[in-house]
Protein backbone atom coordinates (compact mmCIF):
# COMPACT_ATOMS: atom_id res chain seq x y z
CA UNK A 1 0.00 0.00 0.00
CA UNK A 2 1.37 3.50 -1.05
CA UNK A 3 0.25 6.25 0.57
CA UNK A 4 -0.07 9.63 -1.87
CA UNK A 5 2.98 12.09 -0.69
CA UNK A 6 1.29 15.43 -0.41
CA UNK A 7 2.85 17.98 -3.03
CA UNK A 8 5.81 20.80 -2.02
CA UNK A 9 4.32 24.03 -1.08
CA UNK A 10 5.82 26.51 -3.93
CA UNK A 11 8.17 29.18 -1.47
CA UNK A 12 9.05 32.17 -3.62
CA UNK A 13 11.13 35.11 -2.35
CA UNK A 14 8.17 37.26 -1.13
CA UNK A 15 6.74 33.82 1.69
CA UNK A 16 10.32 33.57 2.51
CA UNK A 17 10.60 37.36 3.32
CA UNK A 18 7.03 37.10 5.06
CA UNK A 19 8.77 34.32 7.45
CA UNK A 20 11.80 36.16 8.13
CA UNK A 21 9.38 39.09 9.00
CA UNK A 22 7.45 37.54 11.73
CA UNK A 23 9.91 35.08 13.11
CA UNK A 24 12.25 38.87 13.74
CA UNK A 25 8.52 40.45 15.27
CA UNK A 26 8.64 36.83 17.37
CA UNK A 27 12.34 37.47 18.73
CA UNK A 28 12.27 40.52 19.52
CA UNK A 29 9.07 40.35 21.12
CA UNK A 30 10.43 37.49 23.39
CA UNK A 31 13.56 39.25 23.63
CA UNK A 32 11.81 42.82 25.40
CA UNK A 33 9.81 40.51 27.34
CA UNK A 34 12.18 38.43 28.98
CA UNK A 35 13.45 38.89 32.54
CA UNK A 36 9.98 41.35 33.13
CA UNK A 37 7.41 41.12 34.97
CA UNK A 38 5.52 40.61 32.12
CA UNK A 39 6.34 37.08 31.46
CA UNK A 40 3.97 35.82 34.46
CA UNK A 41 1.04 38.27 33.21
CA UNK A 42 1.86 36.86 29.57
CA UNK A 43 1.63 33.45 31.11
CA UNK A 44 -1.84 34.19 32.85
CA UNK A 45 -3.20 35.64 29.85
CA UNK A 46 -2.34 32.58 27.52
CA UNK A 47 -4.00 30.81 29.96
CA UNK A 48 -6.90 32.11 30.35
CA UNK A 49 -7.08 32.19 26.36
CA UNK A 50 -7.01 28.36 25.96
CA UNK A 51 -9.95 28.20 28.83
CA UNK A 52 -12.28 30.58 26.60
CA UNK A 53 -10.96 28.34 23.40
CA UNK A 54 -12.11 25.35 25.05
CA UNK A 55 -15.03 27.12 26.58
CA UNK A 56 -15.77 27.58 22.78
CA UNK A 57 -15.16 24.49 21.56
CA UNK A 58 -17.46 22.90 24.22
CA UNK A 59 -20.54 24.47 23.16
CA UNK A 60 -20.43 27.11 26.10
CA UNK A 61 -22.92 29.73 25.19
CA UNK A 62 -22.78 32.03 28.23
CA UNK A 63 -19.30 32.32 28.28
CA UNK A 64 -18.86 32.44 24.68
CA UNK A 65 -21.59 35.93 25.22
CA UNK A 66 -19.18 37.23 27.97
CA UNK A 67 -16.14 36.90 26.06
CA UNK A 68 -17.56 38.77 23.22
CA UNK A 69 -18.61 41.41 25.19
CA UNK A 70 -15.86 42.10 27.30
CA UNK A 71 -12.89 41.36 24.55
CA UNK A 72 -13.06 45.04 23.45
CA UNK A 73 -12.57 46.20 26.81
CA UNK A 74 -9.74 43.63 27.05
CA UNK A 75 -7.75 44.46 24.43
CA UNK A 76 -7.73 48.26 26.57
CA UNK A 77 -6.64 46.63 29.17
CA UNK A 78 -3.95 45.12 28.16
CA UNK A 79 -2.61 47.97 26.60
CA UNK A 80 -3.06 49.72 30.25
CA UNK A 81 -0.85 46.63 31.92
CA UNK A 82 1.79 46.58 29.30
CA UNK A 83 1.64 50.51 28.74
CA UNK A 84 5.94 50.55 29.64
CA UNK A 85 6.55 47.93 27.34
CA UNK A 86 4.93 49.03 24.45
CA UNK A 87 6.07 52.37 25.07
CA UNK A 88 9.98 51.23 25.45
CA UNK A 89 9.36 48.87 22.31
CA UNK A 90 8.12 51.94 19.92
CA UNK A 91 11.02 54.34 21.43
CA UNK A 92 13.95 51.82 20.80
CA UNK A 93 11.90 51.04 17.16
CA UNK A 94 12.40 55.08 16.27
CA UNK A 95 15.89 55.32 17.33
CA UNK A 96 16.76 51.85 15.04
CA UNK A 97 14.32 54.19 12.49
CA UNK A 98 15.95 57.11 12.71
CA UNK A 99 19.18 55.76 13.69
CA UNK A 100 20.04 58.38 16.74
CA UNK A 101 22.04 57.08 19.53
CA UNK A 102 22.26 60.07 22.44
CA UNK A 103 22.29 63.71 21.67
CA UNK A 104 25.27 65.25 20.31
CA UNK A 105 25.65 67.96 22.87
CA UNK A 106 26.88 65.50 25.15
CA UNK A 107 29.76 65.62 26.86
CA UNK A 108 32.65 63.26 25.93
CA UNK A 109 33.66 62.06 29.31
CA UNK A 110 31.30 60.97 32.51
CA UNK A 111 34.51 60.01 33.97
CA UNK A 112 33.16 62.43 36.88
CA UNK A 113 30.33 60.32 37.76
CA UNK A 114 33.30 56.80 37.69
CA UNK A 115 34.97 59.50 39.87
CA UNK A 116 32.26 60.00 42.76
CA UNK A 117 30.82 56.30 42.22
CA UNK A 118 34.37 55.32 43.49
CA UNK A 119 34.87 57.11 46.52
CA UNK A 120 30.99 56.70 47.51
CA UNK A 121 31.69 53.30 47.18
CA UNK A 122 35.09 53.89 49.45
CA UNK A 123 33.24 55.64 52.20
CA UNK A 124 29.63 53.27 51.87
CA UNK A 125 27.50 56.03 51.15
CA UNK A 126 23.86 55.34 49.21
CA UNK A 127 23.68 57.23 45.72
CA UNK A 128 21.45 56.57 42.46
CA UNK A 129 22.59 58.56 39.47
CA UNK A 130 20.34 58.68 36.49
CA UNK A 131 21.63 59.75 33.17
CA UNK A 132 19.44 60.74 30.58
CA UNK A 133 19.62 59.72 27.14
CA UNK A 134 16.66 59.65 24.06
CA UNK A 135 13.85 59.30 26.26
CA UNK A 136 13.19 62.48 28.05
CA UNK A 137 13.12 62.54 32.04
CA UNK A 138 11.12 65.81 32.76
CA UNK A 139 8.55 64.02 34.49
CA UNK A 140 11.22 62.92 36.77
CA UNK A 141 13.09 65.95 37.04
CA UNK A 142 10.36 68.11 38.27
CA UNK A 143 9.65 65.54 41.09
CA UNK A 144 13.25 66.68 42.28
CA UNK A 145 15.02 69.89 43.22
CA UNK A 146 16.05 71.51 39.95
CA UNK A 147 19.89 72.39 39.73
CA UNK A 148 21.18 72.50 36.00
CA UNK A 149 24.59 72.57 36.96
CA UNK A 150 27.76 71.81 35.45
CA UNK A 151 28.35 67.60 35.72
CA UNK A 152 31.31 67.75 38.69
CA UNK A 153 32.89 65.10 40.83
CA UNK A 154 32.71 67.49 43.67
CA UNK A 155 29.10 68.43 42.97
CA UNK A 156 28.51 64.73 42.98
CA UNK A 157 30.23 63.83 46.12
CA UNK A 158 28.80 66.88 47.60
CA UNK A 159 24.88 66.14 46.93
CA UNK A 160 25.31 62.65 48.47
CA UNK A 161 27.24 63.50 51.77
CA UNK A 162 25.05 62.11 54.14
CA UNK A 163 24.19 65.38 55.74
CA UNK A 164 23.57 66.73 52.73
CA UNK A 165 19.58 68.13 52.42
CA UNK A 166 19.44 66.63 49.07
CA UNK A 167 21.17 63.16 49.51
CA UNK A 168 17.61 61.16 49.63
CA UNK A 169 16.46 60.43 45.90
CA UNK A 170 18.18 60.56 42.60
CA UNK A 171 20.28 63.03 40.54
CA UNK A 172 19.46 63.03 36.78
CA UNK A 173 22.44 64.40 34.27
CA UNK A 174 21.01 65.50 31.06
CA UNK A 175 23.84 65.78 28.70
CA UNK A 176 27.10 67.50 30.72
CA UNK A 177 24.83 68.62 33.49
CA UNK A 178 23.02 68.12 36.66
CA UNK A 179 19.51 68.45 35.98
CA UNK A 180 18.04 68.17 39.32
CA UNK A 181 18.64 65.71 42.69
CA UNK A 182 16.57 64.77 45.02
CA UNK A 183 14.30 63.04 42.72
CA UNK A 184 11.51 60.18 42.66
CA UNK A 185 11.46 57.24 40.70
CA UNK A 186 9.33 54.52 39.96
CA UNK A 187 9.96 51.03 41.85
CA UNK A 188 10.59 48.02 40.03
CA UNK A 189 7.77 45.55 40.37
CA UNK A 190 9.52 42.93 38.56
CA UNK A 191 9.46 39.62 41.51
CA UNK A 192 12.28 38.20 39.86
CA UNK A 193 14.13 40.47 41.18
CA UNK A 194 16.46 39.27 44.27
CA UNK A 195 15.17 40.12 47.98
CA UNK A 196 18.32 41.50 48.64
CA UNK A 197 17.62 44.62 46.52
CA UNK A 198 16.44 47.20 48.63
CA UNK A 199 14.42 50.68 47.21
CA UNK A 200 17.35 52.57 45.88
CA UNK A 201 18.51 49.43 43.21
CA UNK A 202 14.25 48.91 42.45
CA UNK A 203 14.23 52.52 42.01
CA UNK A 204 17.15 52.65 39.63
CA UNK A 205 15.92 49.33 37.79
CA UNK A 206 12.36 50.58 37.50
CA UNK A 207 13.43 54.43 35.87
CA UNK A 208 15.57 51.41 33.68
CA UNK A 209 12.19 49.91 32.80
CA UNK A 210 10.04 52.92 31.76
CA UNK A 211 12.95 54.83 29.71
CA UNK A 212 16.27 54.10 28.17
CA UNK A 213 18.20 55.80 30.49
CA UNK A 214 21.24 54.55 32.64
CA UNK A 215 21.11 54.02 36.61
CA UNK A 216 24.36 54.07 38.12
CA UNK A 217 23.77 52.72 41.92
CA UNK A 218 26.15 52.72 44.98
CA UNK A 219 24.71 50.31 47.69
CA UNK A 220 24.46 52.42 51.42
CA UNK A 221 25.21 48.86 53.61
CA UNK A 222 28.32 46.98 51.04
CA UNK A 223 29.24 49.96 49.00
CA UNK A 224 29.01 47.63 45.99
CA UNK A 225 28.61 49.54 42.46
CA UNK A 226 25.82 48.58 39.96
CA UNK A 227 24.44 49.84 37.05
CA UNK A 228 21.37 49.08 35.27
CA UNK A 229 20.11 49.09 32.01
CA UNK A 230 16.72 48.05 30.03
CA UNK A 231 15.24 46.93 33.56
CA UNK A 232 18.42 44.46 33.97
CA UNK A 233 21.03 45.04 37.00
CA UNK A 234 24.58 44.48 36.73
CA UNK A 235 25.84 43.98 40.64
CA UNK A 236 29.52 44.21 42.05
CA UNK A 237 31.25 46.70 39.42
CA UNK A 238 34.35 48.03 39.72
CA UNK A 239 35.60 51.66 39.22
CA UNK A 240 37.28 50.40 35.70
CA UNK A 241 34.30 48.22 34.57
CA UNK A 242 31.67 51.02 35.35
CA UNK A 243 34.39 53.25 33.11
CA UNK A 244 34.19 50.69 30.52
CA UNK A 245 30.16 49.70 30.65
CA UNK A 246 29.63 53.63 30.48
CA UNK A 247 32.03 53.54 27.42
CA UNK A 248 30.05 50.70 25.35
CA UNK A 249 26.26 52.50 26.23
CA UNK A 250 27.24 56.10 25.60
CA UNK A 251 29.12 55.10 22.88
CA UNK A 252 32.15 57.71 23.87
CA UNK A 253 35.42 57.20 24.85
CA UNK A 254 35.97 57.48 28.46
CA UNK A 255 39.08 57.83 29.29
CA UNK A 256 41.04 56.07 32.39
CA UNK A 257 42.04 58.27 35.02
CA UNK A 258 43.72 57.69 38.44
CA UNK A 259 41.43 56.64 41.14
CA UNK A 260 41.46 58.39 44.34
CA UNK A 261 43.33 56.32 47.10
CA UNK A 262 43.27 56.42 50.64
CA UNK A 263 46.76 56.78 52.40
CA UNK A 264 47.57 55.33 55.90
CA UNK A 265 48.36 57.95 58.50
CA UNK A 266 51.51 56.37 59.38
CA UNK A 267 52.54 56.16 55.45
CA UNK A 268 51.55 59.91 55.59
CA UNK A 269 53.66 60.92 58.34
CA UNK A 270 56.44 58.57 57.03
CA UNK A 271 56.22 60.97 53.79
CA UNK A 272 56.08 64.31 55.20
CA UNK A 273 59.61 63.47 57.51
CA UNK A 274 61.27 62.51 54.28
CA UNK A 275 63.29 65.47 52.16
CA UNK A 276 61.84 66.33 48.60
CA UNK A 277 64.56 64.21 47.13
CA UNK A 278 64.68 61.14 48.99
CA UNK A 279 61.04 60.92 48.25
CA UNK A 280 61.28 61.63 44.16
CA UNK A 281 64.09 58.76 44.58
CA UNK A 282 62.19 56.64 47.01
CA UNK A 283 58.96 57.02 44.44
CA UNK A 284 61.54 56.71 41.17
CA UNK A 285 62.92 53.00 43.05
CA UNK A 286 59.34 51.69 43.32
Not at 90 to 108: A, V, W, Y
Not at 155 to 175: C, E, K, N, Q
Request: net charge negative; aromatic share 6%.
Amino acid sequence: MFFAVPPWPHITALSVLDILIVAVLIYEFLALIKGTRSVPVLVGVGGLALALYLARVGGLKTVNWLVATLLPYAIFGLIVVFQSEIRFALSKLGRKLTFSSMSQEMSDSYDDIVLAANLLSQNQTGALIVIERDIGLRTYIESGVPLDAQLSYDLLATIFRPSAPLHDGAVIVRGDRIAAAACFLPLSMNPVLSTQLGTRHRAGIGITEETDAIAVIVSEETGAISIAVSGKIERDLSADDLRERLSELLRRYVPPSTLPTAIDNGEREEREMLPPKLERSDSRGN
